[in-house]
């Protein structure tokens, strides 16, 4: 039996060897059939006799045929790779050995284009394909084709192309890019056809090659660049996912570059490509940092991803607030972690962010919490608005509002979501509940319960409950005790407490109820007394936000924290005694006596001589004043009448530093400047506290702010005091009656006189003041809390010499319009309020502000118009971006109207008048030309402000062209100006930021003085373009007599002829020129104050003309005066002074920034029947009530009183509005 299976099985073998030799003798007499005949049964043997025998035909033959090529080549074919892999295997090793021979066989048919009866034309891709991965050799004469065809005028062809030769250079073994060097430039230069699949297809190759081959991702850098800029929105996205994908694989492979590509896509326009890339940044860092899956290096590299996508909560868009919302809750802080966990990476995310991602942070707290007031009082609309697509998410919240009323468990599963003590895992089975309820089987997209599920998102805490909170203290106690990862994570220990403190103060205002417990208190108590100041600070606002219930449930915590707050507010800094004041304020029940046991001490032992230990009482006894009136208003009028004003303010007891800057860094302010600034925040305090002027205290404190303005900070003019000190009490006293004017009661009793000073803050001299005080007009704006005429102070921002400083404004006033034309939209009471919301009836308030700008003095001059007009059309160009409810003819109906008026502010002053009619008729000159609408009738009669206009006269017709059509021409045309005259050749230009002049007095007012290179008005007055496009470097900010290298464009230089001029002129024709007006490019180079060289004047010879500073009125003229002065001196316009160079020294004085010894004033003041603000004789309400402090400004109180005003950027009224806004102007 076994030897008859032997014998059968030996008979097997020879038989299917015999039917191997009929074959290989079938194939030598017929060498074209198919090499599918190979099978996988064929052992080695007959498979090597088979490819020697197709060889020797091949490479011994007269040539290789047609049909025989297209045997072999069709077996390469992927449709018949598949089903016969032993042929495909065959004909790969028959190509390799008589690749010589075949090479120029296969040139023919791939490049020639000879086909066969198979018709391999077809397939010539995916056989240079094949054939390439067998050998490249083979492929000789068919690559010099391919880049041919790559610059084929057929699209399609080059797309075909393209994807070959994609394949070809992104196969994980090629070479073909280093050895083909013209062809892979050729290639790359595909990334910029003007094909876009072509595009297309070059983008997505990129991810296979920066994978595969890394050393060639600096070759496809630019070129990707250019795509991340592409036109087509496909094509932006396809760039950030080929960096992300190649990102994902290994961070090595993408460089900076690339990410910064990426980075830049999360601003792109279209919400698709957005989207893409903060997606993959977010899956970036939750890889590499989160995880730490590459080391640490590698989470250097994208450390700075979760700054960058939390920065994107601040654009506008909905859905970017909701997508940065998801990435944080599941990317940057996942919210499937355990407690521990996640708040380990809450703290450590915490401390690395930079400032403004940890405002984006707080930001977002906030919107939480209105979202979750919203729900819980059904503001439908409100709620709608921080959906996506807020048109159809109405419908659906309405929806959703009517399913909660008929669901009773439902209501009750959303009341639990959203209440104070859910905890996270609660929040997370009522979403699911919640979830479920809605979902509908038979819908499989339910666009309503999508919104549900955004909603439910953004309310749901599913970060922060009491467990949360215990965990992030007890990182922080670790972070104290130094037993924390602190190191490990990149963080100092130090940086890692403070930042953990800031964010439990972050959270405290949306998560008051979870830090009620011992542990927490007794952690924030050891807090309270580190040295670190701002640790103490965020420690003590965390218990004014979370401690209403210590005093009744925590007696221990209470009994420990009464004196930490009372030291506090005695002898810490000022920013912790504000809130150690509020913090008594807010939770205890005996706030009285606490407060009162405050107030009686600091009181009593203020001390002007020790000025560095005055400024913590001053903050102290000015919140407390704020939120005790009744209690304390009037012990306060004494220590304001007595201290305050008579001994603060009123004294200067140190000398400034006269180093000529305009500006000094926060460190370098001296004490008494600082005491002097909470000096005059204190006064405001104390206003707002009371909210009323029965003790006409309020008047009493405008004059004496107006006065400090008038006199450019130095209230006592003795000049003792320095620039930059002077800047910041300028900038204290704008600022302060600016946040008066939130009040409605002093609104009222605020004159146009004291608002036009206040809006000349914002063309100061110095570059932070103008930024600052923008800033704060701005913030109080965008709150509703200012009056509607204070957003006209914006149009004197065209004037700014800085192009940062005009676009800032222009920014201001695009928000600021938009906000109240929503507000008005939304709230249908607001109608009744439109002549304080309207923002076109800003127009008014605008007009009266510029006819009585200072620079404004001559109705008919040119230049002097040119610059009304572009203020007029910096602020109209917004307001007529739009003809909403036809409100360019409303605008134009407003101007007219005007003219049909007088000006209340001097009714019966013909040039006042005269000057307020022009600037109508230069609006109404821009309103017509910059609108065809403007004709129509308007939509209702506008109702002008009585406080700035008269009621119009019935007979009173006023039809007078104010400005000639000559005039109106060159105004619409923007002719340039003519050139005016060299006067003084290499004279070097006065530095940015600062305005020459010279004080001078009366005794000087009236003589006749010859100038020598004096700027004149028109060259004062140039455009914004032409002040913004001089360069200047090496100049110092704070520099003296700074050492400059001047760049100056030849045709914007505009010196003037040497004149000679009268006092009229020189009070006249020059006080137009506006400290603003200077050539100037940057803040960095602005604030340059140069001192003049010393000038020996001769008493009986020819003294400096006198120019009004810009708000100053105008020095009396003493008797004695020549009879010339006498008959030329007329009352000067309020102005900035400006001074004029006798000609005996023309080079004594550079670039008009002079100073002559100041006179005494022995002449009697005039009785000015002018409404104008008295320097010399500002009255302050005294202690007892009834008499009147006078203010002289003789010589004994003469410069010092302006220093500060420490970092106004960083108020301590930050956190104060929230109290004062309920008194504001309008309450929102």
Known sequence: MRWHYMARSRMGIEEEYMQDLRILSYEYENPKRDLSLGSNSHNQKVQMHMLDLMSSIIMEGDGVTQELLDSILINLIPAHKNLNKQAFDLAKVLLKRTVQTIEPCIANVLVLGKSSVSDLSEHVFDLIQELFAIDPHLLLSVMPQLEFKLKSNDGEERLAVVRLLAKLFGSKDSDLATQNRPLWQCFLGRFNDIHVPVRLESVKFASHCLMNHPDLAKDLTEYLKVRSHDPEEAIRHDVIVTIITAGKRDLSLVNDQLLGFVRERTLDKRWRVRKEAMMGLAQLYKKYCLHAEAGKDAAEKVSWIKDKLLHIYYQNSIDDKLLVEKIFAQYLVPHNLETEERMKCLYYLYASLDPNAVKVELGAAEELTEANSAAMFGKLMTIAKNLPDPGKAQDFVKKFNQVLGDDEKLRSQLELLISPTCSCKQADVCVREIARKLANPKQPTNPFLEMVKFLLERIAPVHIDSEAISALVKLMNKSIEGTADDEEEGVSPDTAIRAGLELLKVLSFTHPTSFHSAETYESLLQCLRMEDDKVAEAAIQIFRNTGHKIETDLPQIRSTLIPILHQKAKRGTPHQAKQAVHCIHAIFSNKEVQLAQIFEPLSRSLNADVPEQLITPLVSLGHISMLAPDQFASPMKSVVANFIVKDLLMNDRSTGEKNGKLWSPDEEVSPEVLAKVQAIKLLVRWLLGMKNNQSKSANSTLRLLSAMLVSEGDLTEQKRISKSDMSRLRLAAGSAIMKLAQEPCYHEIITPEQFQLCALVINDECYQVRQIFAQKLHKALVKLLLPLEYMAIFALCAKDPVKERRAHARQCLLKNISIRREYIKQNPMANEKLLS??????????????????????????????????????????????????????????????????????????????????????????????????NADSPKDPVLPTKFFTQPEKDFCNDRNYISEETRVLLLTGKPKPTAVLGTVNKPLSATGRRPYIRTTGSETGSNISVNSELSSSAGNRSREQSSDISETGVSENDENPVRIISVTPAKTEPVKNKEINSDQA???????????????????????????????????????????????????????????????????????????SQESPGSLEAGNAKAPKQQDTAKKPAAAQRQIDLQRSQVLGSDGDSLLEIDSSPEYSQNAMDLFKACGSSQEDTEDTEIAEGGFLKV
């Open 837 to 934: 919301l309207l923002p076109e009836y800003v127009v008014p308030y605008m007009i009266h502000l510029l006819a009585h700008d200072p620079d404004f003095t001559k109705p008919q001059d040119v230049d002097q118009l040119r610059d009304v007009k572009e203020c007029l059309w910096f602020m109209l160009e917004v307001l007529m971006t739009k003809n909403e409810n036809n409100s360019h003819a409303f605008m134009k109906k407003m101007a007219e109207n005007i003219k049909l008026t007088r000006d209340a502010q001097s009714p019966d002053e013909p040039k006042a008048n005269e000057k307020l009619y022009t600037v109508c008729d230069v609006a109404l000159c821009v309103i017509n030309s910059k609108s065809a609408l403007c």
């Open 1067 to 1141: 009070t006249q024709g020059n006080s137009t020129e506006r400290g603003k007006k200077r050539t100037a490019t940057a803040s960095g180079t602005e604030n340059i104050h140069q001192k003049p060289e010393e000038k020996n004047v001769d008493e009986t010879g020819p003294s400096l003309a006198a120019k009004t500073r810009r708000g100053r009125p105008p020095k009396p003229e003493p008797q004695g005066t020549t009879a010339k002065s006498e008959e030329t001196n007329k009352p000067p316009v309020r102005g900035r002074k400006r001074a004029a160079v």
